[in-house]
């Protein structure tokens, strides 16, 4: 499901979650040849937190989730709320204007649909586009009509 810090409630979890995130970014940094510029947009990324523009996906613990699992492979991270387990994946979008600002995955769970799921459900919370990278055109051309200049690439859903 999605969840949004402002919905959600800025609880323990909650924040554990959006520092979680920083760390995951500096990993992916440091374990991939330093690429990535998303380390460079943690400003940008705090203030979607502040402003109850950050999104993530989770789900609820299910019996049948750790058959035949080692904990080397849960590609998750672990928050308790009320009671109930829930698992928030290493993934987040920024919105703002009513439109992708940001969205990033954990390379480790990349091209596992993650991505996907995110951007439908916000497509069907009204968002209506996204700014992005020349290199995610294949991505973005699944949910509409891609543009792009020299200076700026868009989608419109």
């Not at 204007?97 to 995955?105: A, C, Q």
Request: glycine share 8%.
């Amino acid at each position: 499901r999605l969840f949004n810090f402002a919905e959600d409630g800025l609880d323990n979890d909650t924040l554990k979650w959006f520092f979680v995130i920083q760390k995951e970014l500096m990993q992916d940094w440091e374990q991939n040849g330093r690429g990535d510029g998303f380390i460079h947009n943690q400003s940008t990324i705090l203030e979607a937190f502040v402003k109850g523009n950050l999104y993530g996906l989770c789900m609820p613990e299910t019996p049948d989730m750790f058959k035949n699992v080692t904990p080397e492979d849960l590609r998750f991270m672990t928050s308790v709320e009320t009671g109930r387990t829930y698992y928030r994946f290493p993934v987040f979008c920024a919105v703002d204007n009513n439109r992708i600002d940001l969205l990033w995955v954990a390379s480790r769970v990349r091209r596992r649909g993650l991505a996907t799921v995110l951007v439908s459900l916000l497509k069907e919370r009204g968002v209506s586009g996204a700014d992005y990278v020349e290199r995610a055109i294949p991505f973005w051309q699944r949910f509409g009509t891609v543009t792009h200049s020299t200076s700026h690439a868009q989608v419109h859903f």
